[in-house]
């Protein structure tokens, strides 16, 4: 009798190490983005070190920009989450947050308008795009790509 409550203690031990293990992992999904500049999917770049073999940051190159240009920043996952709220963040190349925009519950793109885009650009050479979302708590900060200006 005894063996058989101790195998049973053993198994639900299990079953609750592996459960809350579980919980904790984050969601197996693939995620994509896309940088839209007035309706035209911006393809980044990348550098490439022969040495090491590893690729740099994804690069959006703007060649020019105007007032009435619009910026879209898409986010979205193989598994959506269409009650899950996000944040964009905006950062110069040392790492301080110039803007921040927060979206609750909806595909929508983020959006920048080109005086937007001009101002924030005008403060840094180059804008440091992250997302973050929310399924239960906020997920680390990824890093989708620098915007800069060409030329």
């Known amino acids: 009798m005894k063996r058989v409550f101790h195998i049973g203690l053993l198994l639900l ?7 809350y ?3 904790r992992l984050l969601p197996d ?6 940088i839209i500049l007035n309706g035209r999917e911006l393809l980044p770049t990348r550098t490439h070190n022969e040495k090491t073999h590893v690729f740099g940051n994804a690069t959006y190159i703007l060649d020019s920009i105007s007032d009435k240009d619009l910026l879209y920043i898409l986010y979205f996952t193989d598994t959506p989450c269409s009650d899950c709220p ?3 963040e905006l950062r110069n ?3 301080n947050v110039i803007k921040t ?6 595909n929508s793109p983020f959006q920048l308008t080109g005086v ?10 180059e804008v ?6 929310k399924h239960k708590h906020w997920r680390p900060w990824r890093l989708l790509g620098i915007v800069k200006m060409g030329g």
């Open 13 to 19: 031990i299990m079953f609750e190490a592996k459960t």
């Open 21 to 23: 293990h579980n919980e």
């Open 29 to 34: 999904t693939v995620d994509f983005w896309e």
């Open 86 to 88: 996000s944040k964009i």
């Open 93 to 95: 190349k040392n790492g």
């Open 101 to 106: 925009m927060e979206k609750a519950f909806d």
């Open 116 to 125: 937007e885009i001009k101002n924030l650009l005008s403060d840094s050479d």
């Open 128 to 133: 440091y795009i992250y997302f973050t979302g």
